[in-house]
Each structure stands twice: as structure tokens, then as C-alpha cells.
């Protein structure tokens, strides 16, 4: 887990977990920001970090042209 610690993505993560945990209250625009960027991009987002805390991007692991154009599609 070496790469972990150098992604942005994992304090950031952290952090959210922390404050959610703590209860503390965002003002509303912020939270309306939020939940606009996960409903839209939850799947997108998961993949990303998925590949980034993996170290490696999907042409890296012998993945074909078309498992990626699925991949972009759906």
C-alpha cells in the first residue's frame, strides 16, 4: 500500500469519514455541491480510485480495446 499515502483521494476520503463520524454540518451549498457531484459521477469516481489505489491503468493489465470502449459506455 505504498501508493495509498501519496493519492489526494485517500486524506480526502479520511477527512469526510472523520467529519461525517464527528457530525459536523456543512453549509448547504457545500452539501448540495456534493451530492450534485456524487449522484452524477459515483460510479466513475469508484472506478478512478480503483484504479489509481491499484497502481496501475487498465491498458497496463492486458485489457482489450473493447473491454475499455465498455468500459467508457457504460
Same mark, same amino acid.
Given at each position: ?8 483521494? *485517500? ?7 472523520? @467529519? ?22 459515483? +460510479? *466513475? ?22 473491454? +475499455? @470502449?465498455?468500459? *467508457?459506455?457504460?
Amino acid at each position: 500500500m505504498t501508493a495509498s499515502p501519496a493519492t489526494l483521494s *485517500v486524506p480526502a476520503c479520511t477527512a469526510g469519514i472523520v @467529519l461525517n463520524l464527528l457530525t459536523v454540518r456543512a453549509p448547504g451549498v457545500v452539501t448540495e455541491g456534493a451530492a450534485f457531484v456524487g449522484d452524477s459521477a459515483s +460510479l *466513475v469516481a469508484l472506478s478512478a480510485l480503483g484504479l489509481r489505489l491499484g497502481g496501475a491503468g487498465p491498458a497496463l493489465r492486458g485489457t482489450t480495446r473493447e473491454e +475499455l @470502449l465498455q468500459t *467508457v459506455a457504460s
